[in-house]
């Protein structure tokens, strides 16, 4: 039986698939998109959507995401709760401006363009450095949401570095998964300190209370692994947040080289 032939995927096929978007979810989306140059509604005034999304910004920055509100922002703009609304239609739409600009742009790569491991190295840096920027990011609930020019310039990024690998379409999306999500999940600790400093704990308190959490598996006969693990005697001065993350990072690295080496170059792991 002849085996079926793949058929990329279109514009259409993505223009369906947006049709079948909740309605709510497909205006926000737009909303993203459109140029916010100036109010959607009434006479043009002297603050643009983009001021009231630094504004926003400012306040998630202070108190966390949670503290946006539309009061709170037409409080800091000196304008009527009612006025913000000219900017955007909702809340929700504030909220989806105010996590895209925090996503910001990754930083340009540098010329000559170095290996694709390298690259991806300075790619999930700077976009842990980003969100331990930005701790309130990490407070998103996961639920289905829009995704703006930002978040694609993330992932245009560390696609155009992996597309030099000569992997697949169908495995660089893959490794895309791999490398972000490594790239998120390691960073928690980070993220976790970043929020304590905001909120006035030192280092040094934020790692004795993690230590005492950490220290409850001693002695609890339900977690005797982890317990040994703790009590195990060093090999050495311990890694620090940073040079962990990176130590992880780089045998997700060695993975990826290792698949390249068997898929690309026909020699097998």
Known sequence: MAARKKRSVTHDDLMQAAARVDPDLRRRSQLLWDDRAQPTRGPKRGFTP???????????????????????VSASLGLTTMAVYRYF???????????????????????????????????????????????????????AAPHGPNWLR?????????????????DIGQMLSVIDGYTRGASDTAISLARARARGTSEQEWAAAVGADLGRAIGDPRFPTFAALLTSPSDGKPRTIDEGFDFGLQRVLDGIEVYIAGSVHGRGP
């Open 89 to 143: 239609p909702n809340k929700e739409a504030l909220l989806d401006a105010v996590v895209d600009a925090g996503l910001g742009a990754p930083p340009p790569f540098a010329e000559p363009r170095g290996d694709w491991r390298e690259e991806v190295t300075l790619w999930a840096h700077a976009k842990r450095a980003m969100l331990c920027a930005r701790p309130w990011l990490a407070e998103l609930p996961f639920v």
């Open 154 to 170: 993330w992932l245009e990024a560390v696609t155009d570095s992996l597309s030099r690998t000569g992997l697949s379409g169908a």
């Open 50 to 72: 983009d001021d009231v999304v630094q504004v926003a910004m400012q306040i998630a920055q202070d108190d966390g995401l949670a503290a946006i509100t539309m009061n709170a």
